[in-house]
Antibody, heavy 118, light 110 residues
Framework: EVQLVESGGGLVNPGGSLRLSCAASGFTLNNHKMNWVRQAPGKGLEWVSSISSGSNYIYYADSVKGRFTVSRDNAKNSLYLQMNSLRAEDTAVYYC???????????WGQGTLVTVSS | QSVLTQPPSVSAAPGQKVTISCSGSSSNIGKNYVSWYQQLPGTAPKLLIYDNDKRPSGIPDRFSGSKSGTSATLGITGLQTGDEADYYCGTWDSSLSAVVFGGGTKLTVL
């Protein structure tokens, strides 16, 4: 059974940093592109970042470019999102998402809440 | 403001059919596959349709997808109260080099 479990969310001051982790199980991580998608309270889905299976291709939404860094450790079956210079508008549930054989998101984690507030 | 445009809400009676539209442009829907996601209240999104019109295993054939030009449509027949959810379309935008989503459509089954 495919499972994606996020961790590392919490309350952080504006300007602070946080590192999210995603533990993958039930499949071979290095066969899949992975993404982070976020959802602000009461709002829609917003794509954050994408990383290819071998970390060769990495993309970011303009809203996080220069502040967030995605990485992965296939040997540890883990995906990460380093978030720096956090702003109030980064407050959201962050989902770890697996990409299927095409460009669609076939499995989603349960999400971890990040709250940026003083 | 989302790159893909969806109606904020749709509604229909149980047993009826509803369609949800997703409008984009030549750089996203016009060039790439569309997927649809269902988000039940308080839960993570779930893949409903991929590659425009394909259903993952376990998704009933009451759900269908189609694409024409720069627009896509999700259809749901035989509506059930359990279908009440937010529905999102998504695709890759080749000009932005980014995944783009619609703003979401809230389905109410009256």
């Amino acid at each position: 059974e495919v499972q994606l479990v996020e961790s590392g969310g919490g309350l952080v001051n504006p300007g602070g940093s946080l590192r999210l982790s995603c533990a993958a199980s039930g499949f071979t991580l290095n066969n899949h592109k992975m993404n982070w998608v976020r959802q602000a309270p009461g709002k829609g889905l917003e794509w954050v970042s994408s990383i290819s299976s071998g970390s060769n291709y990495i993309y970011y939404a303009d809203s996080v470019k220069g502040r967030f860094t995605v990485s992965r450790d296939n040997a540890k079956n883990s995906l990460y999102l380093q978030m720096n210079s956090l702003r109030a508008e980064d407050t959201a549930v962050y989902y770890c998402v697996r990409v299927g054989s095409g460009d669609y998101f076939d499995y989603w984690g349960q999400g971890t809440l990040v709250t940026v507030s003083s | 403001q989302s790159v893909l445009t969806q109606p904020p809400s749709v509604s229909a009676a149980p047993g009826q059919k509803v369609t949800i539209s997703c409008s984009g442009s030549s750089s996203n829907i016009g060039k790439n596959y569309v997927s649809w996601y269902q988000q039940l209240p308080g839960t993570a999104p779930k893949l409903l349709i991929y590659d425009n019109d394909k259903r993952p295993s376990g998704i009933p054939d009451r759900f269908s997808g189609s694409k024409s030009g720069t627009s896509a449509t999700l259809g749901i027949t035989g509506l059930q109260t359990g279908d009440e959810a937010d529905y999102y379309c998504g695709t890759w935008d080749s000009s932005l080099s980014a995944v783009v989503f619609g703003g979401g459509t809230k389905l109410t089954v009256l």
